[in-house]
């Protein structure tokens, strides 16, 4: 990864809001991460905050082999979310099985490590 990506991971969540991204070239809504615009090439993206909401598109559950931190299997969910300003974005969901797909859903944050916080989202029906 390089540097500027590394950047925008952590601009990713800043301020607490989900940051994602709008083509100066063609006015595209880009996910986070992205580093030209699909659609024009442009490299010249404006940080636009996201709402964070949207619903799920496709997920599944995904059991981790155990790890000397968890000392057991940590079963978590990975999702595609099709955020309402329109880019998808891979991420994680908190709570139960999100079953049916297609489940509104409400990003959070999770802090990891000092200055280091992650978006993973939660069921709206369950806020
Ligand atoms: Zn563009």
Excluded: H, N
């Excluded at 301020?15 to 699909?38: D, E």
């Excluded at 057991?72 to 990975?78: D, M, T, V, Y």
């Excluded at 891979?90 to 099985?97: F, T």
């Amino acid at each position: 990864m390089s540097t500027g990506l590394a950047r925008r991971g952590r601009e990713t969540t800043r301020f607490g809001k989900l940051v994602i991204w709008k083509c100066q070239g063609c006015a595209a809504v880009l996910a986070p991460l992205t580093g030209r615009c699909p659609s024009c090439g442009a490299r010249t993206l404006e940080p636009i905050s996201s709402a964070g909401a949207g619903v799920i598109v496709s997920c599944r559950v995904v059991d981790r082999t155990p790890d000397p931190v968890c000392g057991a299997p940590c079963p978590s969910i990975i999702a595609i979310v099709a955020l309402d300003e329109g880019p998808w974005v891979y991420s994680w969901i908190d709570g139960d099985v999100p079953v049916p797909t297609e489940r509104p859903v409400r990003v959070r944050f999770r802090s990891t490590q000092p200055g280091e916080r992650f978006p993973i989202f939660v069921p709206r029906d369950s806020e």
